[in-house]
């Protein structure tokens, strides 16, 4: 179910943090559907995917409808969860609310979460190469710092790594003309292009204290890959709030 998981609590009067990336396996379906898909979008069950929220839900210690989706449009959209119901379209959502947990799906795409403790926000991020190049992470730290926080930590998940990540020449050189490091070569030489270390790039230029966990989606078996298997499921970065009253 989990590829990594950490339960910071809270202390000296910070918050706590907990966040997570699932992985493939451990979901409630069987057949084509087996796996722990959490994807509405991508031609599953409703019922399993549901079930498999179900599942993460519980493993937050919440119900089904604490949980904060995004439905993912590629751009740059920041929203604040405060009042929402259901998902909402955008590329990031911030909360300051220990009710919930926020989550983002991907297959390829960098997944990255946020975490102020001392002001109590967090918030989750879906940055594939549209969104890295159009300044989706930007625009999150942005809002974050509108909303007062100031200490902003990053744990940015696994992606298609730049030697998986083939694209023509044009499309590198433009995502390089906004981060140069994104610009590298795939396995076989041709031109291809690291949105991990764009975004990551993006991040600390941000003022923010970055950890960045190893791993490539194509590369690896326990995760979901669009550009290994075409049609998949989606796998999360889920982030969650713990306040100090939450621990005894």
């Not at 519980?58 to 604490?66: D, H, N, P, T």
């Not at 070569?185 to 600390?204: C, E, K, N, R, Y």
Request: proline share 5%; charged share 20%.
């Amino acid at each position: 179910m989990f590829y990594a998981r950490e339960r910071s609590d809270p202390a000296g009067g910070v918050y706590g943090v907990e966040w997570s990336f699932t992985d493939r396996w451990g979901g409630s379906g069987r057949g084509r559907s087996v796996g722990f898909n959490l994807g509405l979008h991508v031609g599953d069950s409703s019922d399993v995917v549901e079930a498999n929220r179900h599942g993460l839900a519980r493993e937050f210690g919440l119900r089904l409808q604490a949980l904060r989706f995004m439905n993912q449009q590629h751009g740059c959209e920041v929203a604040v969860s405060a009042g929402v119901k259901g998902p909402v379209a955008a590329d990031g959502i911030i909360s300051r609310d220990a009710g919930e947990a926020l989550v983002v799906l991907v297959a390829d795409c960098v997944p990255v979460l946020l975490v102020d403790r001392t002001a109590g926000y967090v918030a989750a991020v879906h940055a594939g190469r549209p969104g890295m190049v159009g300044g989706v992470v930007p625009a999150a730290l942005a809002k974050l710092r509108e909303l007062g926080a100031q200490e902003v930590e990053a744990v940015v998940g696994p992606s298609v790594c730049a030697r998986c990540y083939e694209v023509p020449a044009a499309m590198r050189d433009s995502a390089a003309d906004i981060e140069p490091v994104s610009a590298s070569v795939s396995w076989t030489g041709t031109p291809a292009i690291d949105v991990g270390a764009g975004v990551v790039a993006q991040l600390v230029r941000g003022g923010v204290a970055v950890r960045w966990l190893p791993g490539c989606t194509r590369e690896d078996p326990n995760l979901y890959s669009y550009r290994r298997d075409g049609q998949t499921g989606r796998f999360a970065g889920v982030v969650r709030l713990i306040a100090p009253e939450q621990v005894a």
